[in-house]
């Protein structure tokens, strides 16, 4: 398993009280001593020493350890392969300060064309043909690596396409890599990873079984880097915040959060739309983003998707070209 010291020190301060991601993306992007980082931490913590430090430093190394094969590595901020971003981001919290990988790591690289396809996880019949139609045109026409959660529905149609045609695919999830969610597509990791494409997670252990609220929040986290580990996001279908469904009396809008967040880092998305579709609900949020983004909406008909497929936009995202301009937003 491949960690850094560095890594690991990154991780250890990250469990002390007052300490987030936006303060590990201000104070830890340069490798400094253990000793240092003590005493950062202590203008918030005030009860932390270099022994009760060290003493955590060795509990989490005996729980990576404990990944086993589940895992190939983890990389933290700071780090010679931490993904450099497409986005110089405001908000530092947003910016992971760690992950843990199984696969390809290559594939965060923004030499990579990445889609995000993204959508319920119902889908009618209808919208699994159109987003197979989309996702394999990006793919043979665009030679996209394709992103998603691993979720059921939609994320899966997609990264069971790019499988079907040999493509790479990345799935982000909302659990640590040896205790996959849903469970039911563990076997559908295992061929992301045997296929050269890769895994990713924030998370090192599963949230207490009774904490929902923790269980959520790792959900909308998720969410958030399908947005900023890709070019372009694509929403098949999904419920909007005030949807109303009679056949799915608590309808999910999960989606919706990736596609926020990809408006805040400017990052183009885009939306699997036909008329066919204006009385069906589980198309409300794609209606809402073709109204928000007025003319620059970029509406994908699978009825004629010759004409409405986006170009590559890896260009035109305005995304900076150089690690020494991008790096991490500082």
């Known amino acids: 398993m491949r960690i850094t010291d560095h890594a690991l020190n990154v991780l250890t301060a990250r469990t002390f009280k007052g300490i987030g991601e936006a303060w590990l993306n201000n104070n830890l992007t340069a490798k400094i001593p253990y000793e240092a980082i003590v005493e950062l931490i202590a203008a918030k913590d005030v009860s932390v020493t270099e022994q009760a430090f060290l003493e955590m430093k060795a509990r989490l190394e005996r729980l990576?350890?404990?990944?086993?094969?589940?895992?190939?590595?983890?990389?933290?901020?700071?780090?010679?392969n931490y993904p450099i971003l497409r986005r110089e981001l405001k908000k530092k919290g947003d910016i992971p300060s760690f992950l843990f990988y199984k696969g390809d790591l290559e594939l965060l690289s923004p030499d990579n064309y990445n889609v995000a396809v993204?959508?319920?996880?119902?889908?009618?019949?209808?919208?699994?043909?159109?987003?197979?139609?989309?996702?394999?045109?990006?793919?043979?026409?665009?030679d996209a690596t394709i992103v998603s959660g691993l979720a059921d529905g939609c994320d899966s149609i997609s990264h069971r396409k790019a499988l079907a045609l040999n493509a790479r695919t990345v799935a982000i999830l909302p659990s640590p890599?040896?205790?996959?969610?849903?469970?039911?597509?563990?076997?559908?990791?295992?061929?992301?990873?045997?296929?050269?494409?890769?895994?990713?997670?924030?998370?090192?252990?599963?949230?207490?079984?009774?904490?929902?609220?923790?269980?959520?929040?790792?959900?909308?986290?998720?969410?958030?880097?399908?947005?900023?580990?890709?070019?372009?996001?694509?929403?098949?279908?999904?419920?909007?915040?005030?949807?109303?469904?009679?056949?799915?009396?608590?309808?999910?809008?999960?989606?919706?959060?990736?596609?926020?967040?990809?408006?805040?880092?400017?990052?183009?998305?885009?939306?699997?739309?036909?008329?066919?579709?204006?009385?069906?609900?589980k198309y409300d949020l794609n209606r809402q983003i073709i109204k928000e983004d007025g003319p620059q909406a970029i509406v994908i008909n699978p009825k004629d998707i010759e004409n409405s497929l986006p170009s590559n936009l890896k260009?035109?995202?305005?995304?900076?070209?150089?690690?020494?301009?991008?790096g991490l937003g500082f």
């Open 315 to 326: 260009e035109s995202n305005g995304r900076l070209s150089t690690p020494e301009q991008v």
């Open 118 to 142: 993204i959508g319920v996880l119902n889908p009618d019949k209808e919208t699994e043909v159109d987003e197979d139609q989309v996702v394999e045109d990006f793919i043979k026409k665009q």
């Open 64 to 80: 990576i350890e404990n990944l086993g094969d589940s895992c190939d590595g983890v990389v933290a901020i700071g780090d010679d």
């Open 177 to 281: 890599l040896n205790n996959i969610l849903p469970a039911q597509n563990i076997g559908l990791a295992r061929e992301i990873v045997e296929n050269q494409g890769l895994l990713i997670t924030e998370y090192l252990t599963s949230p207490s079984s009774t904490n929902f609220r923790e269980q959520a929040g790792r959900y909308v986290k998720r969410d958030r880097l399908q947005a900023l580990f890709s070019d372009l996001v694509v929403l098949s279908a999904s419920y909007s915040k005030t949807s109303f469904d009679p056949n799915n009396p608590k309808p999910d809008s999960g989606s919706r959060h990736a596609m926020e967040k990809a408006k805040e880092y400017d990052i183009k998305r885009a939306v699997i739309y036909n008329e066919d579709y204006q009385n069906n609900p």
